[in-house]
Structures are given as structure tokens and as C-alpha cells.
């Protein structure tokens, strides 16, 4: 059983080897959230309410200013690897919502990273964002309407590799 | 400082689209060149032209938008110079030098399509908001979606607000059991990156 490990764990190391492309340089989190007047319990399991700090960074946005309540729908932690579109789900089971990265190598800098980060809305890829992500910094993007509410979709460079 | 950062700046400088941060990063380069003041100056003229010339907003880039759009300007064209000229000699070189000037139409749709990518609309809702797009670019295919970055300097945040998405049911987010954290997705692999 041993072997059989050994071997796999060589074989799978050398096709890493084989594959420049395969290599992870940093880490993204997506997640999607939802501001509502309605009560989170409503909405089921699983809902994360939000910290009052970030309810107020969104509530600055006139778009979600009525709402009175954000909570988080759920969340994603994905490898960004170097030669490779990457795709990510945040909500479980459900594949309306869906963002892919595609890093930009050539001007990879220190903690900062050029992604392409395609929005997918219902397989139709709907809005391309071409920008340079820092560690730690958040990015909203305010999208679709849904139930009485509006979702967020948020992106967030969480590591980079150094080189 | 590096030679990509150096690139970056100098693109972004080009395009007005240096932060009050970035800008001063850039002053001791733009000090030790200051040549290329007169090159952005150029640069800036040349594309305003550009822009005079072609139309900025174009139909939505579908696999058979240009073929489709040629089309029609080949047969708009033979129309009206049906209606001017009668049949004759000068007509039909007319028609030879409207399909020897398909390459330059062409040319000039896919230009069009390219300055009529939708960018980063500037705009803001308060005070607290700074709106700025620097270093980022923005585009739809669809042509009911727009734009508008705004960055939140107090939180060091950026807020991208879309209008005109289609609403989604509860089908879509798949909300029967309750909402749980979503799955790593897959890779796709694009040689060209690396």
C-alpha cells in the first residue's frame, strides 16, 4: 500500500514537473453576498451574517443603501495557478453564478497580482475585469437582483507567492 | 524600481489613469525622461483623431457581427449608388473598389468594436466614495450592462457596480437545502499565459 502511495505521489509530482503551467502562485477567495430588508432566516441554512463594519462600507453604495441587512451566501478559496483559467463556484450547487481568474504573469509584482476576472451569470460570461489585485484588499462587485434583495459578489486576493 | 513596474506606470501614465500614489512613484522617471512628456502629448492627439474618425459604440461582438456588419455596408453602399448613378462603367469600378476596400471596412469595424469596449465609467454616490479607475478596465459583451468603479479610500476597498444584469429566481441559486460554501471549480488551461 505503501508503494502504491510512493509510486502514485512520483507520478503525480512528475506530471507536475512536466507542466510549467500547473504551478499555484497565489490564492483568491471569492464569496456572494445578499442585502435584504427580509429576515436572514428566511433564506435558510448556511447564511453568515455580515460584520457591521462591512454592512456599512456597502450600505455607502446608493444601489444597497435601502437594504438593512447583508449576509454571506457562501464562499470559495481557489489556487490561482500560473498557466491555467481558473473557475470558481461560491455557492454550492448552483453554477448561475460562477468567476474564472486568469493571472497575468508578465507584471506580477509583490503582493499585487494582474488577474483577468471573468463574471459568469447563468453560462453567459457577462463582464470581464481586467485589474491589479492586492493581498487582502476587497473587491465588490455589486450584480444581479435577486428575491427582494441585490447580490455582491465579492473578490479577494488572500496569497501570493513570492517569486 | 523594475522594469515592469516602469512598464505599467508608463502605460497607465499614458492613459491618465495614474492614482495621486502611483503619479509620484512615476515623478522620478518621468524626471529623468522628460522626453516623454512630448511623447504622451503626440500620443494623446493621435488618439483623439482616432476617435473623431470612427464611430465609438458598435453592436455586440457576436461570431458573425463582422461578416454580418460588412454585409451590410457593402449592400447599403451598392444601394446608394444604384440610386445616384445609372448603370455604367463608373458604377461597376465603383463596385471593384467597394470590394477591394472590404480589408480597410474591416479593419475599421474591428477598430470601432475595440474603442467601443465599454471602460470604467467614472461616478460617484458620497463623498466617502472616491471614484477612480485606475490600472483596470471593464468590459461587457452585453450591451444593456454598464459600469461604474468606485473606490472606497476609507476601507482601501473598490466597488464595481453593475446595472442591467437579469435578475436571478431561486432555482438558480439552487436555495432548497439551504446555502453552503461553494466548491473549487476546475482549470482550464491557456498555454499563451506561460
New interface residues.
Partial sequence: MRMLLLIYLALTGLAGAQDPGKEVIGKVRTAVLFGTNGSPAALGDGVVSLSAEEEGKLRKVAKLEPYETFVKLGSVEQDILKGYKSWAQPISNSQALMLTFQPQASIKESRKLRLDVEYWQKSKMTLRWDRVFEVGKRVYLIGPRWRDGNLIITVELVGLKSK | M?N??K??LLTRWMDDGLSDEEMKEFEPILASSPELREERARFLLLREKLRDSVPREVDPPFPDYFNSHLEKLVKADQKAGEGIEGPGGFAAFNRRWLWWMAPAVTCAVVFAFLLGMKSAKIGG??P??VDAAA????????TN?S?KV?V?R?????????EG??????S????G???????????????E??
Fill in positions: 523594475k515592469d513596474r512598464e505599467e454616490s458620497s466617502m466614495l490600472g483596470s478596465e471593464v468590459y461587457s459583451p452585453l450592462v459600469t468606485i472606497d476609507e476601507s482601501d476597498s473598490t466597488l464595481l457596480v453593475v444584469l437579469a435578475p436571478l429566481s431561486d438558480d441559486l439552487a436555495v437545502a439551504g446555502f453552503s460554501d461553494g466548491h473549487h471549480g476546475f482549470y482550464v488551461n491557456v498555454k499565459t506561460y
